[in-house]
């Protein structure tokens, strides 16, 4: 299971990348095609779809490697087992975010499926669909992050 968990991360990690190279080329694309008088008006819908994407990806990839913004000025000084606690309550916290964002990302996304990006004439809910798909890998991330903190509490981890 552990092999898999890496594998997908790998894949998520590659496809951020990317979806990154296709943002980048498609606005060097929109520039260009400006400068010579030929605008491409479709690269900025598409480019809009991809971001959609890349941010939701990019935030459980942050929210993985612990890259996520934090304030830690009260709690650094605290035991261990007090800051493990304190970062229980707030995975769980946000874990029940994550699961309130994937209802209503459904929902939006049922609620576009018959606006369309006007250029390129594919739903809209396509785009949409990244928070809740993203929201369930950022879940995943979340209970891993919630089960290292109860074997801290536990004491079946070492602190250090």
Known sequence: MKKAYVTFCTIEELSCGAILCIIVTLA???AIGRCIGHPISWTVE???FFLS???FLGADMALRHGQVLGVDL???NF???VQAGIKLLTNLLI???LILFVKYGI????????RSFQTVGISYSWATASLPFASVFMSVTMMIEI???VKILLGKEDVA
């Open 28 to 30: 060097f694309a929109t």
């Open 46 to 48: 598409v480019s809009q």
């Open 53 to 55: 994407w890349l941010a």
């Open 74 to 76: 009260l709690t650094r």
């Open 79 to 81: 035991p261990k087992k």
């Open 95 to 97: 874990l029940l975010v």
């Open 107 to 114: 929902d939006l996304c049922r609620s576009n499926y018959k």
């Open 147 to 149: 089960l290292q903190q």
